[in-house]
T-cell receptor, first 112, second 112 residues
Framework: QKEVEQDPGPLSVPEGAIVSLNCTYS??????FMWYRQYSRKGPELLMY????GNKEDGRFTAQVDKSSKYISLFIRDSQPSDSATYLC????????????FGSGTRLLVRP | DTAVSQTPKYLVTQMGNDKSIKCEQN?????MYWYKQDSKKFLKIMFS???????INETVPNRFSPKSPDKAHLNLHINSLELGDSAVYFC???????????FGPGTRLLVL
């Protein structure tokens, strides 16, 4: 079993839709959670970084962490064609701050 | 100015050859990383250096050898290339450890 599981998609939605991307993780030692966005043929870029359970909002993006069920989500409101990319969740242990564990990524396509 | 740069962008080579990939960051970060991303987009850490000191060395064949001549540079040398080494290799950097990592554009390696 992988430490971080993520549905690979692809997920296809019309422009303006609310997108929900999800990951589950297996190890309760993971304390930090991130979402990275990766455009085709580019390197990943950090979108959201969160530590505690609950919601964190940044513009159209909301990251949600539920440590009790080991579930992390990224919501995108008013999705745009420019949001079409692969979204990677990642986690980090408190005692191993140099090592990120990534999910396999969900490919998102926002249709105009 | 590119924050994290890698050369070359593309590398096509024959099995058995030796090749190097170079990475440079101009962010003043202390920590640099090498990741491998396979065809299914799964991103896995290979090595991490902090202030030129190796701190993460995942289960990677010893044909792979990282070298950090200074804090701003981390190179990856691969001996006796195999078909399974074909992947995209990403360099990243961060200030100390942590999830806020900045990725380079990737080096696409194809071994024939």
């Amino acid at each position: 079993q992988k430490e971080v599981e993520q549905d690979p998609g692809p997920l296809s939605v019309p422009e303006g839709a609310i997108v929900s991307l999800n990951c589950t993780y297996s190890n309760s030692a993971f304390q930090y959670f991130m979402w990275y966005r990766q455009y085709s043929r580019k390197g990943p870029e950090l979108l959201m970084y969160t530590y505690s359970s609950g919601n964190k909002e940044d513009g159209r993006f909301t990251a949600q962490v539920d440590k009790s069920s080991k579930y992390i989500s990224l919501f995108i409101r008013d999705s745009q064609p420019s949001d079409s990319a692969t979204y990677l969740c990642a986690t980090e242990r408190m005692d191993s701050s140099y090592k990120l564990i990534f999910g396999s990524g969900t490919r998102l396509l926002v249709r105009p | 100015d590119t924050a994290v740069s890698q050369t070359p962008k593309y590398l096509v080579t024959q099995m058995g050859n030796d090749k190097s990939i170079k990475c440079e960051q101009n962010l003043g970060h202390d920590t640099m990383y090498w990741y491998k991303q396979d065809s299914k987009k799964f991103l896995k850490i290979m090595f991490s250096y902090n202030n030129k000191e190796l701190i993460i060395n995942e289960t990677v064949p010893n044909r792979f050898s990282p070298k950090s001549p200074d804090k701003a540079h981390l190179n990856l040398h691969i001996n006796s290339l195999e078909l399974g080494d074909s992947a995209v290799y990403f360099c990243a950097s961060s200030q100390e450890g942590g999830g806020t990592q900045y990725f380079g554009p990737g080096t696409r390696l194809l071994v024939l």
